[in-house]
């Protein structure tokens, strides 16, 4: 079940370069990159407002602003800064490497313990999408690799810590309460990039990029994404990640048009032949947290967490 729900997760999530990429085109990146918080955090506040779930505790409450950071700013923001210059098939094989970036902010926290094989089989996928962008960009990375690879690093933070809190307020909780606690910042951001940046000649394609990333990058594909990882646990689950490379380059050559070279789909089957093997490895989970950070060793376990609470 855990691994159908990452599936999902990442299958809502794989169209989300090219829907940015669609709407970067002629709106404005920053826009593009934060307005889809505003949409998702008002849909948010509703969904908590109607199921009437408890606030989160203090300790929490600041935990969620580590996945604030990672999945609410950080990887929209600098993914759509990149997709400026970048085609989304490019783009999508450099996130190839979110999946082990995520292993290791799990191992960081302290939250689990992965085996030599994993460790092996994720290594492999890293190795796959290292080659595949040193030969696009002829050994020298571009800048806008640079903007995704700080968006790469922003997400792993946000799927670590969003997984592990996961466990405790459930996983569609822990994206809406994220989402809401950032509308005070998301909002001003949003209206200001709206006033200075270009946004009132977007054609309907553009708006519709946008309203993808608003309703399911950022919103229900953290439904499913969130629970899997609290199920199975995030290195493990994470890895089912390195699938979506292959159904991004599906979507941009589909949707887009854009060329996908043999290299592309190369590095891509490799990753993807990767998820396989991360699923047949052993992760042994450590103690909780309770604090989401490495520091801490106090274990916590939220009475909330309820056996298939996630979806609720």
Same mark, same amino acid.
């Given at each position: ?114 085996s030599a094989g994993f460790w092996v089989a994720s290594g492999a996928g890293l190795v796959a999408v290292m080659v595949f962008a040193a030969i696009q960009g002829a050994g020298a990375p571009s800048a806008a690799d640079g $903007?995704? =690879?700080?968006?790469? #690093? ?8 969003? !997984? &592990?809190? +996961?466990?405790? /307020? ?76 292959? $159904?991004? =380059?599906?979507?941009? #050559? ?8 043999? !290299? &592309?789909? +190369?590095?891509? /089957? ?39 609470s996630d979806l609720a």
């Amino acid at each position: 079940m855990a691994v159908f729900l990452g599936f999902l997760g990442v299958l809502g999530f794989s169209g989300s370069l090219p829907a940015t990429r669609l709407a970067v085109e002629h709106l404005d990146a920053t826009f593009v990159g934060v307005g889809r918080a505003v949409v998702a955090g008002v849909m948010a506040a509703v969904l908590l407002a109607l199921s009437r779930q408890p606030r989160p505790t203090r300790r929490q409450f600041w935990r969620l602003w580590l996945v604030v950071a990672g999945v609410v700013f950080g990887f929209p923001l600098f993914t759509a800064l990149a997709l400026n210059t970048l085609t989304s098939a490019h783009g999508a094989v450099i996130v190839g490497l979110l999946p082990a970036a995520t292993a290791v902010a799990a191992v960081l926290y302290r939250a689990e313990r992965p085996s030599a094989g994993f460790w092996v089989a994720s290594g492999a996928g890293l190795v796959a999408v290292m080659v595949f962008a040193a030969i696009q960009g002829a050994g020298a990375p571009s800048a806008a690799d640079g $903007l995704v =690879l700080i968006a790469v #690093a922003f997400g792993a933070l946000g799927y670590a810590e969003g !997984g &592990m809190l +996961a466990r405790e /307020l459930g996983g569609w909780q822990t994206i809406c309460w994220a989402l809401v606690i950032a509308l005070p910042l998301t909002i001003p951001v949003t209206v200001v990039a709206g006033l200075t940046g270009d946004v009132s000649g977007g054609d309907p394609a553009a708006w519709g990029g946008f309203a993808y990333t608003c309703l399911i990058s950022m919103f229900l594909g953290f439904f499913a994404w969130y629970a899997g990882l609290a199920r199975g646990g995030v290195a493990k689950i994470g890895q089912v990640q390195l699938a979506q490379p292959v $159904l991004t =380059l599906v979507w941009a #050559a589909l949707l887009l048009g854009e060329h996908v070279s043999r !290299g &592309m789909v +190369a590095a891509a /089957l490799v990753v993807l032949a990767c998820v396989v093997a991360t699923q047949r490895t052993r992760v042994s989970a450590r103690p909780e947290t309770g604090s989401g950070g490495p520091s801490s060793g106090r274990p916590s376990r939220s009475p909330r967490a309820t056996p298939g609470s996630d979806l609720a």
